[in-house]
């Protein structure tokens, strides 16, 4: 399982310094509420993609051909609890909804870019080796 989660280290660390510059940034342009919804939105992404990842080794390791159903049904449960976490916060009217906003789409530029450079530095084989 370990081989297959090689890209979460990076990952979560590019994530951990988003957090922290995002938060800063948004402390100082909106204040406390700004701040901890960008934290949230960041935790929220970071979540996401790790427990994607884990699935999908998971699935990987039980049977390759559950990868793509498992990929899909976690896509669509994940992102069906995250619109109802977020609408039912929306209606709170809490003052951080434009920092979860901020927050989510900077973790998930920066997961994303951090993963895609990963990969293009990784040394993996494009064909199966295992199998003869």
């Not at 660390?13 to 402390?27: D, G, I, R």
């Not at 109802?84 to 209606?91: D, I, T």
């Amino acid at each position: 399982m370990r081989k297959r989660l090689r890209h979460l280290p990076p990952a979560l660390a590019a994530s951990a310094v988003t957090l922290v510059v995002f938060a800063v940034a948004a402390f100082l342009l909106d204040g406390l509420a700004s701040a901890a919804g960008v934290a949230v939105g960041v935790v929220i992404v970071a979540f996401s993609f790790v427990a994607s990842s884990l699935v999908l080794a998971w699935a990987d390791i039980v049977d390759r051909k559950l990868i793509l159903p498992t990929g899909l049904v976690t896509y669509v449960l994940k992102f069906t609890l995250f619109g109802v976490v977020l609408v039912v916060v929306s209606g709170t009217g809490w003052a951080g909804m434009k920092g979860i906003g901020a927050g989510l789409i900077a973790g998930t530029l920066v997961w994303a870019t951090t993963q895609a450079v990963w990969v293009y530095r990784s040394r993996i084989p494009y064909v199966d080796l295992t199998e003869s």
